[in-house]
């Protein structure tokens, strides 16, 4: 039996993929330490993980300040090694770590590896190297001003880091937010992947795991061949009210049921007028309710948009900020869906894009073609294939 730490943030589109991982190899006889936010404790321990958490560093951000800029969002995952290395080091006298999964974003992965002299594998829930593409690609370019002062104060949070913790190697800026590992496991498909034939060997795509979350069961009452329309903005970018009163505005004539997941940040009591077939909650089971939608409107979020593909329901896709206007962008270049931009949207709009993508059949025919490769990636076992073969190759035999 090998131990293996698992480093992850605190956040679920990155902590969920990876349950169905954790199960395969505790079931392999790994013993497997996972790091991550408080929230994922009973997730994680309920397979048999064993669970340390650090004080999440995303809890008290605006997420739309923090990911407006590329860089703003390096400084803030550099930021985050203060909270992520010491836990490490300190569980680090407590075991003998063979190898280390980690997060390809979060989880200062690389930092780890080569302070534990242990061989990486990375998780990869975004498509590879999107965050760098988004950067490269911005109509919408930070100020020379303001990116002056970001790069001074990544430089003076880089060198206090390097010297705090004793960093082997440069903290290099194009680094921070993906760290590769010696083997990456993709969790989508090659043909979801934008430009995936320029990837090397050791990205192996493997498709997002879907696996059961014990979240409690949702019973809607619609009327029999409804069809159910199913809105979330994900778990960080879904305080818009605002949105949300465009959706009410928009499909209260319609003979369809919403379902609207609205989290943690708002109160269901300040929305206004609520019709009748809407269904409003805090939270819902998402994979329970896309395998009965005829729509998802999402913020583009990559392991929402995978789920939604896996079971061919096809997207109306409004990004919010950091890798969501890729992901956005390739939903509609492979006509799973539409893109829409939130600062013009309206009522009208909504209601005519969403008619359109209720009544053209292409739309749920190419998101089936996606989801057909998501399934044939092989998911889980074929993630375990690939860490077994990755053991095997760096000499770990227990």
């Known amino acids: 039996m090998s131990t293996v730490l698992f480093l992850n943030g605190p956040a679920s589109g990155h902590v969920y993929p990876t349950l169905g991982v954790v199960e395969e190899l505790i079931a392999e006889g790994e013993q497997v330490v996972y790091v991550s936010g408080e929230e994922f404790r009973d997730k994680l321990e309920r397979i048999g993980a064993t669970f340390v958490s650090y004080e999440n560093f995303l809890h008290q951000d605006d997420p739309f300040h923090t990911n407006k800029h590329y860089l703003s969002l390096v ?74 002062l970001l790069m001074k104060e990544f430089s003076t949070l880089s060198k206090r880091i390097w010297s705090t913790y004793r960093i082997g ?27 995936s034939e320029t990837l090397e060997s050791h990205y192996q795509f493997v498709g997002p795991i879907l696996t059961d979350r014990y979240d409690p069961p949702l019973s809607l009452k619609r009327k029999e061949q409804q069809k159910l329309i199913y809105i979330s903005m994900g778990t960080m970018f879904n305080d818009v009210k605002a949105f949300y009163q465009q959706c009410f505005e928009a499909f209260a004539s319609l003979d369809i049921h919403v379902v609207l997941s609205v989290g ?26 896309l395998k009965e939608a005829d729509l998802f409107i999402t913020h583009g979020g990559m392991n929402s948009v995978n789920e939604a593909l896996y079971y061919g329901v096809p997207l109306l896709v409004i990004p919010m900020a950091a890798d969501q206007p890729i992901v956005a962008g390739r939903v509609a270049e492979l006509g799973a869906g539409k893109q829409l931009d939130r600062d013009a949207l309206t009522a009208d709009l909504l209601y005519e894009s969403v008619k359109e993508l209720l ?8 998101s089936s073609r996606i989801g057909t490769s998501l399934r044939v990636a092989g998911g889980k076992k074929k993630a375990l294939e690939h860490i077994l073969a990755f053991k095997r190759s760096h000499g770990i035999t227990n």
């Open 75 to 148: 400084i803030k995952i550099l930021s985050s090694y203060d909270t992520i290395l010491p836990c490490i080091y300190e569980l680090a006298e407590q075991y003998s770590f063979d190898y280390i999964i980690h997060d390809s974003m979060y989880g200062c992965g690389n930092v780890a590896a080569d302070w534990l002299c242990i061989p990486n594998i990375a998780t990869c829930t975004s498509f590879v190297l999107a965050e760098r593409l988004l950067n490269d690609n911005s109509g919408n370019r930070t100020k020379l001003k303001d990116n002056l």
């Open 169 to 195: 190697r440069k903290v290099d800026i194009n680094d921070i937010f993906f760290n590769e590992g010696k083997l990456n496991l993709v969790f989508t498909s090659e043909y979801f992947q934008p430009q």
């Open 264 to 289: 943690k940040r708002i109160d269901i009591k300040e929305l206004r007028d609520i019709p009748d077939n809407f269904t409003v909650l805090p939270f819902v089971s998402q994979l329970q309710i």
């Open 359 to 366: 009544h053209a059949e292409a739309y749920r025919t190419n």
